[in-house]
């Protein structure tokens, strides 16, 4: 539910950004490995447990 929540949230968010012709705050790529890290990073106390 948590991811479902979030990839949604991500994408209003990005439909208003469109929407409102907001250049994004950072370049695609850098975006998408922000975003894995953040997955990873949620992940790991799982793994180590």
Not at 1 to 28: D, E, K
């Amino acid at each position: 539910m948590g991811y479902a929540a979030s990839f949604g949230a991500g994408l209003v968010v990005g439909i208003m950004y469109g929407l409102l012709r907001v250049p994004s705050p950072a370049p695609p790529f850098i975006c998408l490995v922000g975003l894995a890290g953040i997955l990873i990073g949620s992940s790991v106390p799982g793994w180590l447990a």
